[in-house]
């Protein structure tokens, strides 16, 4: 199997990537998903890390569409000055 | 030389810079577009929406700066769809149709690549390339590196915009 990677990834030093490579960059993509289905951490695919991170990318941008939603009507409702005022102190103070 | 005070690793600093530039962004917003009694207050509120989406990936991309593709692809993105919608309102059609035979031959460059990559078992790349900005260029490496840091940021994303939310509903 490594052959064949090694053979293929002539075609340019971009593409060439070993299997210990691969397993440290899928790891470390594990790290940032959330492990609710993972029962046993050691025995995922790279392929089924790689489908998790896509559905997980998938819901983050839907959670990240209602909250635009949510503060777009709340921009029109709420007060200008001392609302702003107050949310810039406490959230970069 | 890395500047220590904006290192894109530190998540308090990233949270401090892009809470500060997406309130720039909101109260922006708010200015352009009071609440009028246009006609249409339901293609007004769409609008702002759409205002409000944008500005976050775009904040949270200018928290990170230039040192990751994906926040370099997505700034180049929203400067290149303003320049793009100013070009339209001018030239309609003739604009358009060249944009689109550009991308054409893009996307041919990149089937080579993709068949390659397909042959490891790894179907998935092609969905994750769309779903992390700039990761149609990337190689395999660099997608998944990529991927790992833009997944972090939008977690830190999600979590202002909704502290900020919360804030406004109080």
Redesign the interface.
């Known amino acids: 199997m490594s052959d064949r ?1 090694s053979s ?1 990834t002539q ?1 340019g030093p ?2 060439r ?1 070993t299997d210990d ?1 691969m397993i440290e ?2 790891s ?2 594990r ?3 959330p492990e609710i289905r993972n029962g046993r951490s050691d025995k995922v695919s ?2 089924k890390v ?2 998790e ?2 559905s ?3 819901s ?2 839907r ?3 209602d ?10 409702t ?1 007060d ?1 000055d001392s ?2 005022a107050a ?2 102190r ?3 103070a | 030389m890395k500047n220590p005070q904006r290192s894109p690793t530190n998540p308090g600093s990233l949270r ?1 810079r892009f ?2 530039v997406f ?1 720039q962004s ?2 922006r ?2 200015k352009h577009n009071p ?1 009028s009694s246009s006609s249409s207050p339901h293609r007004e ?1 769409l609008k ?6 944008v500005a ?2 775009v904040s949270m991309a200018r928290a990170v700066g230039t040192r990751r593709a994906w926040s370099r692809a997505t700034i180049w993105r929203a400067r290149n769809g303003e320049r793009r919608r100013n070009l339209l309102c001018r030239r309609c059609s003739k604009s358009n149709s060249r944009e689109r035979s550009l991308g054409k031959k893009k996307k041919k460059k990149k089937k080579k ?1 993709k068949r ?1 990559n397909e ?7 092609k ?2 390339q769309k ?2 900005p700039g990761g149609e260029a990337m ?4 997608l ?2 990529e ?2 840091h ?3 940021c ?2 830190t ?2 979590k ?6 919360d ?3 109080l």
């Open positions: 990677r293929r075609s971009s593409s990537i490579q960059l899928v470390k993509l790290q940032h998903l790279a392929s790689l489908q991170t896509c997980y990318i998938r983050l941008h959670e990240v569409d909250l635009s939603e949510r503060l777009s009507q709340l921009l029109s709420v200008a609302a702003e949310i810039i406490s959230l970069i | 401090s809470t500060h309130l909101l109260l917003i708010r609440t509120f702002r929406c759409s205002q409000v989406k976050a990936y690549k390659d042959e490891h078992g790894f179907a998935h790349e969905k994750l779903l992390v190689d395999f490496c660099c998944l590196d991927t790992a833009y997944i972090k939008l977690i994303q999600v202002v915009m909704r502290s900020i939310a804030f406004y509903s």
